[in-house]
């Protein structure tokens, strides 16, 4: 296994940087520092989403970074996503156009949906609810025809790539068979206590690339639950960053344990997002080229894995959605 990781390359020969910055809950404020540290670390791969409420932040740190010359934006690849209150055909474009214009780019290297579940739209928010507080799902989702508006954006040259997110291995399938453009890529949860075994080779048949989200635990993620004051119960508390399998692997190589958790999903060939608004902590999530887990450390790393009983987004997230046709985690993966 080489040291210095190949970026990763879709099927329509494009390549994606194996790390990127994540910006889910960086606030416009952080963000704009935090994708300054990274260009300047070495990041080129950006990952965002209309519902991070963070685009025109980012915008604005591409932008600095073009004017001043030091990069161009050929040298970048960034991503965001339709959010799920634009999960019908005639909301893709409006929605893609939204985020390119606070993005103040032309175009973006790869555009994802979000979520296989559509929501209703309602002005202007992301999670629409009745005055009950119940979250306003559409049911009528229909996935050929919103992937036929996805193939449109890379017809028009707004998207280079497309891809998926938190979509099951079923609700994959289906589009492949109806695609002009297939998906280049799909974006879901993954790490040491949930390892996707059978959803990582049921995509390296049909040749689509993964990214990884949660690849350090999400520490804040049951706490962020917790607060929305939705149901704790159904996501398990663990914590990777201080696993002791995963320390003592750190403490052989010299490295820190968040590098050990990247360096694992990476060495399999599945991208990495790691977030961080802390300055050190965005380089230190770079700094994982510089050395190589052993066959052995791998072992040892995939013997944690706890298959479904890992995953921590689940229905929890938007409670009532087990009733929605395209509920994702009905499937097995
Ligand atoms: N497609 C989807 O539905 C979806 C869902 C969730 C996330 N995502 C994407 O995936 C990205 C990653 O997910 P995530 O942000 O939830 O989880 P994560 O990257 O696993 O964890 C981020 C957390 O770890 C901390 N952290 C980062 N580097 C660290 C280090 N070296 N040592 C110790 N702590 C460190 C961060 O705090 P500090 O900021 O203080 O460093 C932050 O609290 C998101 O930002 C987003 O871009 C996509």
New binding site residues.
Partial sequence: MEKVLAPITFYNGRKMPIIG??????SPDEVEKAVDVALQAGYRHI???AT?GNEAAIGRALQNWFESGKIKREDLFIVT?LPPVGNRAECVEKYLKKSLAALQLQYVDLY?I??PVGLQELQDESFPKDKDGNILFDMNTDHISLWKAMEAQVDAGRALSIGL??FSAEQIKRIWRSARVRPANL???L?IYHQQRELRAFCRALDITIVS?????????YSYIENLGLDVSRIPKQH??SDAVVLRIAQKHGK????VLLRFVMQQGVAV??????P???Q??FDVFDFELSPEDMYSLEALDKGERGRQ?NGAIFPGQENHPEYPWKYRY
Avoid at 21 to 26: A, E, I, N, V
Avoid at 213 to 221: A, V
């Fill in positions: 910055l994540g910006t889910w809950q960086s990952d965002t989403a991070y996503k994802l979000h979520y997110s938190n974006q879901v949860e790490h989200y949660f690849t350090l635990g999400s520490p804040r993620y990777h960053l820190s344990t968040a590098q997002i790691p977030k961080s608004t802390n050190e902590h965005i230190q999530n987004v």
